[in-house]
């Protein structure tokens, strides 16, 4: 019974990183076309970020949850204003840009903090649930990715701007021609994805050392989780980080750690030839 | 004053023909010591202070007279974390620089890439890093310790603290695969039991379900020889599930680059641990070694032990040379193997002539705020693993790294 409450613990946990390491990208890439290969370096910042304003005596979670989604939005902004705005429909420049663009954050994060592991403590304790010890701070990444999925629908769904944002997705000329203007609209979502790549940065950063190549270890799973989604945003997102989320802690109890890693990148190629258009290609069609 | 052309081409030569007669000249002089380290990349946290250390032996046996009357001069090359920088640098130190010994080299990867150079060219080679063991080759000197070095002394006294079943968590490469064996040998001498072995790529640092896991197994004691700063999660996220104070934890790997000064104390404090060499260590040669580096560079905190292993190194090397009163590779080879000692900041080392391996003192440590306390120092431990499959003296010809069986 303790056993089977801690391992939902550790499977719920699982989803919910994976929820929190994509939804940034979902943003950009699921929304904008933007395949933004800077995205691992985007929550790099986010940790760093994070690091720096509690070096400075900021409360850890004012940090987490404010400073750093805001400093990398802004990081993200810039560079939508420079760079991204310039390539919007040529895929593959965006690819070429976007990679540069990690080279260059790596280079500069390398530079300004050193090319050690740094890092915070988890702000939360563990505590004793039957003989088990748990990590409460699996909590909080369960707690933060929940919000942060029933926020991204609300302001999607619920809010003017969120309807204007989907329209100029799909029709730019349409939202365009109503009064709109594209440029500032596709700013404004890159500024959200950037920021949500951010608050994943900083949320995750308390568990791992951090150094500046960090970026490196999200970015497959992050692509991966959101081009199984499908066209969906949210049900997409949602649907492959928990299928993958299973699969993985599945084997990673079962056999050991490595095995959970293939079994996800093995489930994701039959998941991609099974259902080319992704999980929402075929399922829940039509919803957000 | 007015010049033209003939005349500043002329006096251009002569002046460069000058200059050039006094480095000529020189080069007879100076002893050639080529360094080849990773100074920047991701290996720099390693690279910058052993580069520091090498210059700080060479500044010192320079003031005090030099080897053999000459000055030693150094040529250092960065390989910027980059393998296939090594071999490059390798060529250009042996082929080019004609450098009389080569000390570097982090990685075994990076040992492995240059080694095969050195070898052919003659050139002597001082590898000064903690690493798995098993180098055959008359032509390498190895400085640092060895797994059976730290386990043998580590494992009796973590188990003596916890008890007699032990978790092991490895990195996944030859490093990890081979110190956990040698864990597993120990605790069964001493009457333990490992109760499961679990190996981790480099990259993973997620480890909340290994720590479910562990807490299965229940063992009394977790080991774990993890490797890097992805690895360097585990030890946060141990601390965070609140399992510190439960299971106790011994490492072999954990600190060898000064990773506890990134762990805060809660974190950090009580993992049990087993180096050649400590900050804290309170021997008047360690606070000689400080006070020397402090004046150097200002600033003490960057001194791990593979920043004395290459100190150590160098030390030996000069001792060797002064021995044989030559700089030709055989005969300080033959003076090195007449099992030459020096006493280092971090206590006395011997060359072991049967494997060119040194002889050290193993200090078992705890970490304590940021920093690692002394509990027991064992004198003079040989470097048993290697000693199991190498004979140099009765095999000079060998040249292979032996996969150690146990």
């Given at each position: 019974m303790d056993l089977s409450f801690v391992i939902l613990v550790e499977v719920l946990y699982g989803v919910a990183s994976l929820v929190l390491i994509s939804a940034g990208l979902a943003v950009v890439f699921g929304m904008m076309k933007v395949i933004n290969l800077a995205h691992g370096e985007f929550m790099m910042m986010g940790g760093y970020a994070t690091i720096t304003a509690v070096g400075l005596g900021v409360n850890v979670f004012v940090a987490m949850l404010v400073i750093a989604p805001l400093v990398v939005g802004l990081i993200g902004l810039i560079v939508e204003r420079l760079v991204i705005r310039h390539l919007y429909g040529r895929l593959v420049d965006t690819m070429l840009a976007t990679w540069g663009l990690s080279l260059v954050f790596i280079g500069l994060a390398t530079m300004i903090f050193g090319n050690t592991t740094t890092g915070i403590s988890t702000p939360i304790p563990g505590f004793a649930f039957g003989g088990y010890q748990v990590n409460g701070y699996n909590f909080f990444i369960i707690i933060v990715s929940i919000v942060l999925v029933i926020a991204m629908y609300?302001?999607?769904?619920?809010?003017?701007?969120?309807?204007?944002?989907?329209?100029?997705?799909?029709?730019?000329?349409?939202?365009?021609?109503?009064?709109?203007?594209?440029?500032?609209?596709?700013?404004m979502t890159f500024f959200c994805g950037s920021a949500l790549s951010g608050l994943a940065g900083a949320v995750l950063a308390p568990l791992v050392g951090l150094v500046p190549t960090s970026g490196g270890a999200y970015i497959a799973k992050a692509f991966i989780t959101v081009i199984a989604g499908g066209p969906s945003l949210i049900a997409g997102l949602v649907s492959s980080a928990t299928s993958f989320g299973l699969v993985s802690q599945f084997f990673t109890f079962a056999i050991s750690p490595v095995i959970g890693e293939v079994a996800l990148l093995i489930a994701a190629v039959v998941l991609l030839r099974t259902m080319p258009q992704g999980i929402t290609g075929r399922f829940f069609k039509g919803k957000l | 004053m007015s010049m033209n052309r003939r005349e500043l081409l002329g006096g251009a030569a002569a002046l460069s023909t000058a200059a050039m007669l006094p480095q000529a000249a020189m080069a007879a002089d100076t002893i050639q010591l080529g360094s080849i380290l990773d100074t920047s990349g991701i290996f720099d946290a390693y690279g910058k202070p052993m580069d520091q250390a090498m210059r700080l032996a060479v500044k010192e046996i320079n003031d005090a007279g030099g080897l053999l009357g000459k000055q030693v001069e150094v040529a250092a090359y960065d390989t910027q974390s980059d393998m296939a920088l090594y071999s490059q640098y390798a060529q250009q130190l042996t082929r080019q620089d004609k450098v009389d010994v080569v000390h570097g080299g982090i990685l075994s990867a990076s040992r492995e890439a240059i080694r095969q150079t050195m070898r052919k060219t003659k050139t002597l080679y001082f590898y000064n890093v903690q690493y798995e063991g098993g180098v055959c080759d008359r032509n390498i000197f190895v400085t640092g310790v060895t797994p059976a070095q730290q386990v043998e002394v580590l494992v009796p006294y973590a188990m003596k603290k916890s008890g007699p079943k032990v978790h092991i968590l490895a990195a996944d490469y030859n490093y990890g695969q081979i110190t956990a064996r040698w864990i597993q040998k120990f605790v069964e001498e001493n009457g333990g039991e490992v109760v499961a072995t679990d190996f981790f790529p480099l990259d993973v640092a997620d480890f909340g379900s290994t720590i479910t896991k562990i807490q299965q197994?229940?063992?009394?004691?977790?080991?774990?020889?993890?490797?890097?700063?992805?690895?360097?999660?585990?030890?946060?996220?141990?601390?965070?599930?609140?399992?510190?104070?439960?299971?106790?934890?011994?490492?072999?790997?954990?600190?060898?680059?000064?990773?506890?000064?990134?762990?805060?104390?809660?974190?950090?404090?009580?993992?049990?641990?087993?180096?050649?060499?400590?900050?804290?260590?309170?021997?008047?040669?360690?606070?000689?070694?400080?006070?020397?580096?402090?004046?150097?560079?200002?600033?003490?905190?960057?001194?791990?032990?593979?920043?004395?292993?290459?100190?150590?190194?160098?030390?030996?090397?000069?001792?060797?040379?002064?021995?044989?009163?030559?700089?030709e590779r055989d005969a300080v080879v033959d003076a090195l193997e007449t099992g030459i000692s020096i006493e280092g900041p971090a206590g006395k080392v011997t060359i072991d002539p049967q494997t060119h391996h040194a002889t050290v003192d193993v200090h078992i440590m705890e970490f304590e705020g940021q920093g690692m306390t002394v509990i027991e120092t064992l004198p003079q431990r040989a470097p048993i693993d290697t000693q199991a499959v190498c004979d140099l003296q009765a095999n000079p010809g060998d040249n292979t790294q032996y996969e150690i069986e146990i």
């Amino acid at each position: 019974m303790d056993l089977s409450f801690v391992i939902l613990v550790e499977v719920l946990y699982g989803v919910a990183s994976l929820v929190l390491i994509s939804a940034g990208l979902a943003v950009v890439f699921g929304m904008m076309k933007v395949i933004n290969l800077a995205h691992g370096e985007f929550m790099m910042m986010g940790g760093y970020a994070t690091i720096t304003a509690v070096g400075l005596g900021v409360n850890v979670f004012v940090a987490m949850l404010v400073i750093a989604p805001l400093v990398v939005g802004l990081i993200g902004l810039i560079v939508e204003r420079l760079v991204i705005r310039h390539l919007y429909g040529r895929l593959v420049d965006t690819m070429l840009a976007t990679w540069g663009l990690s080279l260059v954050f790596i280079g500069l994060a390398t530079m300004i903090f050193g090319n050690t592991t740094t890092g915070i403590s988890t702000p939360i304790p563990g505590f004793a649930f039957g003989g088990y010890q748990v990590n409460g701070y699996n909590f909080f990444i369960i707690i933060v990715s929940i919000v942060l999925v029933i926020a991204m629908y609300a302001v999607l769904r619920g809010t003017r701007a969120g309807l204007i944002a989907r329209g100029t997705m799909q029709r730019s000329d349409m939202a365009a021609a109503l009064g709109y203007s594209p440029g500032r609209i596709y700013m404004m979502t890159f500024f959200c994805g950037s920021a949500l790549s951010g608050l994943a940065g900083a949320v995750l950063a308390p568990l791992v050392g951090l150094v500046p190549t960090s970026g490196g270890a999200y970015i497959a799973k992050a692509f991966i989780t959101v081009i199984a989604g499908g066209p969906s945003l949210i049900a997409g997102l949602v649907s492959s980080a928990t299928s993958f989320g299973l699969v993985s802690q599945f084997f990673t109890f079962a056999i050991s750690p490595v095995i959970g890693e293939v079994a996800l990148l093995i489930a994701a190629v039959v998941l991609l030839r099974t259902m080319p258009q992704g999980i929402t290609g075929r399922f829940f069609k039509g919803k957000l | 004053m007015s010049m033209n052309r003939r005349e500043l081409l002329g006096g251009a030569a002569a002046l460069s023909t000058a200059a050039m007669l006094p480095q000529a000249a020189m080069a007879a002089d100076t002893i050639q010591l080529g360094s080849i380290l990773d100074t920047s990349g991701i290996f720099d946290a390693y690279g910058k202070p052993m580069d520091q250390a090498m210059r700080l032996a060479v500044k010192e046996i320079n003031d005090a007279g030099g080897l053999l009357g000459k000055q030693v001069e150094v040529a250092a090359y960065d390989t910027q974390s980059d393998m296939a920088l090594y071999s490059q640098y390798a060529q250009q130190l042996t082929r080019q620089d004609k450098v009389d010994v080569v000390h570097g080299g982090i990685l075994s990867a990076s040992r492995e890439a240059i080694r095969q150079t050195m070898r052919k060219t003659k050139t002597l080679y001082f590898y000064n890093v903690q690493y798995e063991g098993g180098v055959c080759d008359r032509n390498i000197f190895v400085t640092g310790v060895t797994p059976a070095q730290q386990v043998e002394v580590l494992v009796p006294y973590a188990m003596k603290k916890s008890g007699p079943k032990v978790h092991i968590l490895a990195a996944d490469y030859n490093y990890g695969q081979i110190t956990a064996r040698w864990i597993q040998k120990f605790v069964e001498e001493n009457g333990g039991e490992v109760v499961a072995t679990d190996f981790f790529p480099l990259d993973v640092a997620d480890f909340g379900s290994t720590i479910t896991k562990i807490q299965q197994t229940a063992p009394d004691l977790v080991f774990a020889p993890l490797v890097g700063g992805a690895h360097l999660s585990f030890f946060r996220q141990w601390s965070a599930a609140g399992m510190k104070d439960k299971i106790p934890l011994a490492s072999t790997t954990m600190g060898v680059g000064n990773e506890h000064k990134v762990l805060t104390p809660e974190e950090g404090n009580g993992i049990m641990v087993a180096y050649n060499y400590s900050q804290e260590l309170d021997t008047p040669a360690n606070i000689a070694f400080k006070a020397k580096w402090q004046a150097e560079y200002g600033d003490t905190t960057a001194i791990h032990e593979l920043a004395v292993s290459t100190y150590q190194g160098i030390m030996l090397w000069a001792a060797g040379v002064r021995k044989a009163g030559s700089i030709e590779r055989d005969a300080v080879v033959d003076a090195l193997e007449t099992g030459i000692s020096i006493e280092g900041p971090a206590g006395k080392v011997t060359i072991d002539p049967q494997t060119h391996h040194a002889t050290v003192d193993v200090h078992i440590m705890e970490f304590e705020g940021q920093g690692m306390t002394v509990i027991e120092t064992l004198p003079q431990r040989a470097p048993i693993d290697t000693q199991a499959v190498c004979d140099l003296q009765a095999n000079p010809g060998d040249n292979t790294q032996y996969e150690i069986e146990i």
